[in-house]
């Protein structure tokens, strides 16, 4: 057993944990943190999106220990800071962008990397760029067009709700 | 004008806040103290004799509580089976015994034959490598055929053979159909298969047993569709746990599609071991067991026939199926190649004869069940494809040819025993012509074809039907449960309210849905409704979520019990008001006398009902609570029609989805933005089963497609966005709201339209192959253009399963 410690959310965190013990239970299971997803193990569905140091990362495809002194956001961090969704959370809530919801904080953490990088990216863009988030539930039609929304985009000519 | 509340608004859904910002609670987030974490260690074998299990090292290693083995599930019960089909000759079909954990044999790679619990997971999972299996590999059976002839090996040494159930439906009418084959003009005949399927919601499944010796009360948290079903299986089948000592609780569930239907071993489990460990036990389901361990669906091998006379009408259609139920039945695994497939075989037209022959059949696979649409995709798709086959061989319109054929006049009887309430096939086929922009589709093929590609545009219909019922006549086809829906609601003496609902939602929106429902019916705020749903210990009783059956059955025993409230609060109302029950209205949240300006609002009378001063109490009791069960008299038949355009690489046999339009008819429709996300949703599986999807077994009965990197899920760049379309409405006759329900039709109707566009596709390249399986990958769609022998070298490189290959 280790000690490792980083900022999340904004906060100090630290904690005692394996060689072993991935970014993402470290997040679940000694923060608490469950907002984080895993929904696979071979690093590809996207669920468990968070961003460190400022870039999105899979916290199943990192150890607790690589991200000693990092700073580390997670979907728990994303909203204003008077609780209200912000400007992706609140597209993604307008455009029906979310079923399940299992998907969704590595969606939202996704879409927020993606549109620091590229503010207006197009529909293309935004496909490509989601190739490593899976989705089951919504068909990926209004998780784009929340995208398009966030990003401020007009999403009339995209087919009705 | 769309409105902004109640039945037929596009309510925005109250359960995204929590989901959009962390705050959901899936099964997974749920840790008790003390609780010990559970490793199973599954066959790495589809078949063998289980000689030995030997824990003695692991018993001793770090963190270990206690290692479990078949041995100590013998005196506990077989997981159950909920629906016994009867065969064609009236026996019952063979039922083999599903053990908790394997014992005397393996039956399939994935099955768990040892349990390891420790303090962590990890020393779980270290322990579970010491420990020592021997078993002897027997061979395998996994083509269906094969399982079926004399002298293959037995899945299960107590049967009499691998055949499950041979079914025949209608029987009776089996010689008169042979008898129209005879005299048909044109017979049309198809080979196809309905390739195996994964669910993989994104959210694997996890089970937290939890026991308490206070009260000898035992509780599973799980990721279930319908805990009230997991609670009757597993209490009364497999542990003998009465209910009133057992909860199940299934919080957020994060997709579900059928799979989290099922009572599993792992939920038996971890109930079992945490009263035999004295402490709560957890699973948590990786994706590579999960592919292992989930049922799988559809994996059905079909010859179908269409008999048709010299003017094209359908004079009769016979089937024969082989159906996989994989090495054990699975809770519904019976039920879905039989009366949810045999049952639609009519589909959308008047085919005065059928007959429909289904043979289920045991393999050393993961057992299978329903999954999205369970029986009726199948039907769908070897019907649409049989009907495009036959109207290319006849050389008309595909279109044509359907609309000739629908069936025009409600109720409509069909000849494989169900009776269509409502519908109207002509409309909802005008609509897709429309919103598909069929008349563009010549300009559109003209650039693809300058670009040097090959566009198709494939189309057909469907019929769905929902919410299985009514419980007498599925105790007759064999169900071993009642398919009605209780719904409470318990009305607060400050006017909110709670909904308690046996449906459960897996993504569905329901607590946004069904409020908006109650708060119609009553005139009040939908934040003044809450609904509840997925505890045992919350809700009376229920039946859960799966064959689009929510809004139909569990909706209307809300709206039922809704009515009961209502009706009490008149009486309390008249009393208030001093006038006679018949005059009091209810609009917009008040009651009042009818042509007088007198009124008392919602609040008042609800007040009224829990401080009861001024109140009728010689008439009727206090409070504010109903319970209503409803058992719907029919299915709903929800229909419509689909169409796809695809574009095809003759160099790269590449597919890539241009467009897809769906027109459906739901009947009513309570928020439209959700019924259009579920659409899209079960339009991009279908898109993935026919584009994409494919579960493999190699012929030792190792599972090929296992993981992320070989199963291939559609991503968004494999998907366009979809047009939807649900204005055609024909309500249905016999529920209160009118509706049919949606969660399906999507998965249901897309794949014929695929296959149907990429084989026109390739027509237009000159190349009419007859028919293509399913998924149509670049190399499979390459071989069958430029034939087979040239494909033998281009597969032995690239792999038949491979993910199409991004541009
Ligand atoms: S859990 Fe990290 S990519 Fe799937
Ligand atoms: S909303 Fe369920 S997986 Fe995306």
Known sequence: MAQVKMTVNGKAASGEVEGRTLLAHFLRDDLGLTGTHIGCDTSQCGACVVHVNGEAVKACSMLALE?????????????????????????????????????TPGMVMSTAALLKDNPKPSEAEIRHYLDGNICRCTGYHNIVKAIMAASGQDTGQIAAE | MPKDGGIGASSKRREDVRFLTGAGNYTDDINIRGQAHVFFLRSDVAHGTLNNVDTSEAEGMPGVVRIFTGADFEAVGSIPCG???????????????????????????????????????????????????????????????????????????????NLCYDWGFVEENKDAVNKAFDDAAHVTTLELVNNRLVANPMEPRVAVGDYSRSDDQHTLYTTSQNPHVIRLLMGAFVLGIPEHKLRVVAPDVGGGFGTKIFHYQEEAFCTFAAKACNRPVKWTSSRSEAFISDAHGRDHVTKIELALDGDNNFTAIRTDTYANMGAYLSTFAPSVPTWLHGTLMAGNYKTPLIYVNVKAVFTNTVPVDAYRGAGRPEATYQLER?????????????????????????????????????GDYNATLDKLIEISDKAGFEARR?????????????????????????????????????????????????????????????????????SQVVAEMIGIDESMVDIVHGDTAKVPMGMGTYGSRSIAVGGSAMVRATEKIIAKAKKIASHLLEASESDIELKDGAFSVA???????????????????????????????ETAFYDPSNFTYPSGAYACEVELDPDTGHVTI??????????????????????????????????????????????????????????????????????????????????????????????????????????????????????????????????????????????????????
């Open chain 2, 658 to 807: 241009e467009r897809f339009a769906a027109a459906d008819d739901f009947g009513n429709v309570i928020n439209p933005m959700i019924v259009t996300g579920q659409v899209h949703g079960g339009l991009a599986q279908g898109i993935g089963q026919a584009l994409m999807e494919n579960c493999a077994y190699d012929s030792d009965g190792q599972l090929l497609s296992a993981s992320y990197m070989d199963y291939a899920m559609p991503r968004a760049s494999d998907l366009p966005f979809y047009s939807v379309d649900h204005s055609c409405q024909t309500p249905c006759t016999h529920n209160p709201l009118g509706v049919k329900g949606c969660g399906e039709a999507g998965a249901i109707g897309s794949p014929p339209a695929v296959v149907n566009a990429v084989l026109d596709a390739m027509r237009s390249g000159g190349k009419d192959v007859g028919h293509i399986d399913m998924p149509v990958t670049p190399a499979r769609v390459w071989a069958a253009m430029h034939g087979a022998e040239a494909n033998a070298a281009r597969v032995g490189a690239v792999g038949s399963n491979a993910k199409p290959q991004p541009e």
């Open chain 1, 67 to 103: 991200a000693e002194g990092a700073e580390v956001s997670t979907i728990e961090g994303q909203a204003n800071a008077d609780g209200s969704l912000n400007v992706i959370q609140q597209a993604f809530q307008d455009h029906h962008g979310l079923q399940c919801g299992f998907c």
């Open chain 2, 386 to 422: 049989l009907v495009d086959k036959a109207a290319h061989e006849l050389g008309v319109d595909p279109m044509e040819l359907r609309r000739q054929n629908f069936i025009t006049e409600f109720p409509y009887a069909t000849p494989v025993a169900v009776e269509y309430d409502t």
């Open chain 2, 83 to 161: 629906w016994q089909v009867t065969d064609r000759h009236g026996d019952p079909m063979q039922e083999p015994r599903h053990p908790v954990l394997a014992h005397g044999k393996v039956r399939h790679v994935g099955e768990p034959i040892a349990a390891v619990v420790a303090e962590t997971l990890g020393q779980a999972r270290d322990a579970a490598e010491a420990i020592v299996v021997e078993i002897d590999e027997l061979p395998a059976v996994i083509d269906m055929k094969e399982a079926v002839k004399d002298g293959a090996p037995k899945v299960h040494d107590d049967l009499t053979s």
């Open chain 2, 595 to 625: 042509g007088t300006d007198k009124s008392v609002a919602w609040g008042d009378v609800t007040l009224a009902a829990y401080v009861p001063h001024n109140y009728p109490l010689e008439d009727i009791e206090p409070g504010l609570e």
């Open chain 2, 446 to 514: 003209k650039e693809s074809e300058a670009k040097g590609k090959l566009r198709g545009f494939g189309m057909n219909c469907y019929i769905e039907a929902c919410g299985i019922a009514p419980s007498n006549l599925v105790g007759q086809l064999g169900a071993r449960a009642g398919l009605y829906e209780s719904a409470t609601v318990r009305v607060n003496a400050t006017g909110g309210l709670v909904v308690m609902t046996g449906s459960h939602s897996h993504g569905q929106g329901h607590e946004t849905t069904f």
